[in-house]
């Protein structure tokens, strides 16, 4: 899908992987969850967010890095590990992306219902349509950067509106996320793995493999992509807890069916929940687009051969129809795309700890080069961490 996308600059294609990533992570379920677990918990929410944002910042590094010195895929990683053990992270990869795109196209098509009073079913149909055209169009990741960066924008005017017109609990946030009352694990699985589990942790890093970006020269790209994405996601993350603690603290209680859209309606009435609709379809189409591109990314392991991109759009296509055909007739409840998340979370510290133990490997890295001392440890650390989390929550998930 790059062929006729080679020329632009490693810069715009670092940057093309920040937003990826960032929007890819900032869809209907992250909305779901920062809304849901902001009415749970309040101002402790925070203190989840600040440590999801340092696991972010480890994650991304060790494998935008990681991925873009060896020059290979992360499915192709693992098998080079453990022969097989690519098909297995590709099998997780994809079934999560795919279970994850239900909710993606699911939301796109209620903004739209919020927006224009259509059946959620029919709004998912034309987000389909929109998103299949998008990556079959000429210079598609092109488009589709162009796409995800405009609509980063629309999230962020949209939330800024909405701070602006509630009284923000500044105090008690900074207050609580640093000196938490409680601390829920279900939460922090939950928001790590929807801001960089699954799919998510590998769109970045695949996103500039695909673009040319690749070996060892290019290392201040992946520090400025993965940097740039988290702090996107992050920032969007922070204004939606923001907003949401404001309308929690004044005592309202959020709709356990569409928590997110209680906090747009009562901040800002009817034209809040327009605008609520608005964010809701711009969060639907770019995670539809990034979990997309990520999760066929993992079902092709002959990157570097000429003409693997040929069955690409079928694929592309299929993954997309199918999707919206599963939401059309079964639907898809938040509290679904909440689950999902933690389950996302579950697959990290698998993918990880694959990943980092690739990267002591001289034969997959290259016998020059040495993965930074730090990011080993604090990537061991997260790994230690999610297992540890992700065992706790699975002794405790509702399904």
Same mark, same amino acid.
């Given at each position: ?6 020329? @632009? ?6 940057? %093309?992987?920040?937003?990826?990533? $960032?929007? $890819?992570?900032?869809?209907? %379920? ?13 101002? /402790? ?10 696991? /972010? ?7 935008? @890095? ?19 053990? %690519? ?29 224009? #009073? ?30 995800? =960066? ?46 960089? #589990? ?15 970006? @690749? ?21 969007? @993350? ?7 603690? +404001?309308?929690?603290?004044? #005592?309202? =209680?959020? /709709?356990?069916?569409?928590? $997110? ?6 901040? +800002? ?7 609520? #609709?608005?964010?809701?379809? +711009?969060? %639907? ?14 079902? /092709? ?51 990880? $700890? ?34 540890? +989390? ?10």
């Amino acid at each position: 899908m790059e062929k006729k996308t080679k020329k @632009r600059s490693p810069f715009n294609v670092a940057m %093309g992987a920040a937003f990826m990533m $960032a929007m $890819a992570a900032v869809g209907p %379920g992250f909305l779901t969850q920062t809304a849901t677990f902001t009415s749970k918990m309040g101002a /402790d929410f925070g203190f989840a967010i600040l440590i999801c944002i340092l696991v /972010d910042i480890v994650v991304q590094l060790n494998i935008w @890095r990681i991925i873009i010195v060896s020059g290979r895929h992360a499915q192709v990683l693992a098998n080079e590990v453990v022969p097989g053990l %690519g098909y297995v992270l590709s099998a997780l990869i994809v079934i999560g992306g795919f279970f994850f795109n239900i909710g993606n196209i699911g939301g796109a098509g209620l903004g739209l219902n919020v927006l224009f #009073g259509i059946s959620p079913e029919n709004g998912a149909l034309i987000a389909a349509a929109v998103a299949i055209v998008l990556f079959l169009v000429r210079n598609a990741m092109l488009v589709v950067d162009r796409t995800v =960066q405009l609509l980063a924008v629309v999230k962020v005017l949209i939330l800024i509106y909405i701070l602006a017109v509630t009284t923000v609990p500044l105090q008690s946030a900074v207050h609580h996320t640093f000196m938490p009352t409680s601390i829920d694990f279900y939460s922090i699985v939950t928001i790590v793995g929807g801001t960089v #589990g699954g799919y998510i942790s590998f769109s970045g890093g695949h996103r500039l493999l695909e673009g040319g970006v @690749r070996g060892i020269n290019n290392i201040k790209y992946v520090n400025e992509g993965a940097l740039t994405g988290i702090g996107v996601a992050s920032v969007i @993350r922070v204004m939606l807890f923001l907003a949401g603690l +404001a309308v929690v603290l004044a #005592g309202h =209680q959020l /709709d356990p069916t569409n928590p $997110a859209a209680t906090i747009f309606k009562v901040a +800002a009435g009817n034209f809040g929940y327009k605008f609520f #609709g608005l964010l809701l379809f +711009a969060a %639907g189409m770019t995670s539809t687009l990034g979990s997309t591109f990520t999760s066929i990314s993992f079902l /092709d392991y002959n990157v570097n051969k000429e003409g693997h991109e040929s069955w690409r759009p079928w694929i592309i296509v299929g993954f997309i129809a199918l999707s919206t055909i599963i939401f059309y007739f079964i639907g898809s409840p938040a509290k679904v795309l909440v689950i999902v998340g933690a389950l996302n979370g579950l697959i990290l510290p698998i993918a990880l $700890a694959i990943l980092l133990i690739a990267a002591t490997r001289h034969k997959i890295m290259g016998a020059q080069y040495r993965h930074p001392r730090w990011l080993l440890v604090t990537g061991w650390i997260v790994v230690l961490f999610m297992a540890y +989390a992700g065992i706790r929550t699975l002794l405790t998930i509702q399904f």
